[in-house]
Structures are given as C-alpha cells and as structure tokens.
C-alpha cells in the first residue's frame, strides 16, 4: 500500500519571523482579525499574555473565517497561529 499523505515539515516562529505580526488583545479585536484575513497575506497571530478562555474564543472564531475564506490556520507554538491564504 503507498502512502500518498503529504506531511508538512514543523514550522518556528524564526520560519516566519519576515511575516506581519497581529498581538490580539481582547475579543474585540476578532473584526480587525477578518480584515486581515481578507488581505490574503500570510500573517501571525498572537494570542501571548491573554487568559486561555479569551485566546481560545479568538482563535475560534478566526478558524471559521479562514475556512470560509478558503485558507489555512496552522499552530506554531502554543500562542502563535499562522494564517495563510488559499492556494490557487
């Protein structure tokens, strides 16, 4: 049986240290998040220093607006996410 999965190699904060940057804050920051979703750019988002219910909602509520948009949102560590936008 061949193994057709294509595995992606674990990315660091230093793989992406030449993307822009979002330090959310609180949930209102979620609609600012969508703009940049929009821009289909690759971004990072932070959620460092924000308590574990409110970085959870935020990171929630930008998988549902990656998915819409067609992108991918991958963990790069434990408070970092990338953001990426659909392949065409």
């Not at 030449?18 to 988002?45: G, H």
């Not at 790069?76 to 392949?87: A, C, G, R, S, V």
Request: hydrophobic residues 40%; contains cysteine.
């Amino acid at each position: 049986m061949e193994d057709n999965l294509d595995w992606e190699e674990p990315l660091t904060l230093e793989d992406v240290a030449d993307l822009p940057r979002y330090q959310a804050e609180s949930f209102s920051d979620a609609p600012e998040l969508i703009q940049w979703v929009r821009k289909e750019e690759p971004f990072v988002l932070s959620v460092e220093d924000m308590p574990s219910e409110i970085s959870r909602r935020i990171v929630d509520f930008l998988c549902g607006a990656v998915f819409l948009a067609g992108g991918r949102i991958r963990r790069l560590t434990m408070d970092h996410f990338l953001i990426t936008p659909p392949e065409d």
